[in-house]
T-cell receptor, first 109, second 115 residues
Framework: GQNIDQPTEMTATEGAIVQINCTYQ??????LFWYQQHAGEAPTFLSY????GLEEKGRFSSFLSRSKGYSYLLLKELQMKDSASYLC??????????FGAGTQVVVTP | DVKVTQSSRYLVKRTGEKVFLECVQD?????MFWYRQDPGLGLRLIYF???????EKGDIPEGYSVSREKKERFSLILESASTNQTSMYLC??????????????FGNGTRLTVT
């Protein structure tokens, strides 16, 4: 089975940086995804990591350490529209993706 | 853009009814998934399918069944709806199990209320 842990909620101010951590324990690992979900909407894909290291994509970066079972999503220059739930998901075998409970990020003015 | 369409945005059903949730994707994706999403529990995998007529149980298959007669369509069936199946149901598809970085594309969800 798989166990995926991330904080429930984080609050930060506009323009700041927030780091969302995700730890996982899995029987198989084929990569880690981060998704963003605004209230009432479907999750949308943000990033994918399969090798150790940092992947940067504009204001968002994602890091993976396979040996530690650890990832983080870094959001820089926070904007009000970044207020959303951020979902960490681990890819197992046969394309089976399992999700953490999500981290609600609240951006304040 | 990939489009994943769920037939209903909101549904209200009575306990004991048979409920069908339909999902169609237009990008010839091999994999299709049904999740339910509940506060504090995140998305939990109910069933998935990696080919026509193939199905695999996810983490919480009890009380559900699925059907995949055509590649583009994946149906979730609640044989006898119960109040604990009140939830948001999300369908998703992805390109191929052999392409590890193929992200899921989600539909907009069906909010099912069982009374």
């Amino acid at each position: 089975g798989q166990n995926i842990d991330q904080p429930t909620e984080m609050t930060a101010t506009e323009g700041a940086i927030v780091q969302i951590n995700c730890t996982y324990q899995t029987s198989g690992f084929n990569g880690l995804f981060w998704y963003q979900q605004h209230a009432g909407e479907a999750p949308t894909f943000l990033s994918y990591n399969v090798l150790d290291g940092l992947e940067e994509k504009g204001r968002f970066s994602s890091f993976l350490s396979r040996s530690k079972g650890y990832s983080y999503l870094l959001l820089k220059e926070l904007q009000m529209k970044d207020s959303a739930s951020y979902l960490c998901a681990v890819l197992g075998s046969w394309g089976k993706l399992q999700f953490g409970a999500g981290t609600q990020v609240v951006v304040t003015p | 853009d990939v489009k994943v369409t769920q037939s209903s945005r909101y549904l209200v059903k009575r306990t004991g009814e048979k409920v069908f949730l339909e999902c169609v994707q237009d990008m010839d994706h091999e994999n299709m998934f049904w999740y339910r999403q509940d506060p504090g529990l995140g998305l939990r995998l109910i069933y998935f399918s990696y080919d026509v007529k193939m199905k695999e149980k996810g983490d919480i298959p009890e009380g559900y069944s699925v059907s995949r007669e055509k590649k583009e369509r994946f149906s979730l069936i609640l044989e006898s709806a119960s109040t604990n199946q009140t939830s948001m149901y999300l369908c998703a598809s992805s390109f191929s199990a052999g392409v590890a970085n193929s992200p899921l594309h989600f539909g907009n969800g069906t909010r099912l209320t069982v009374t």
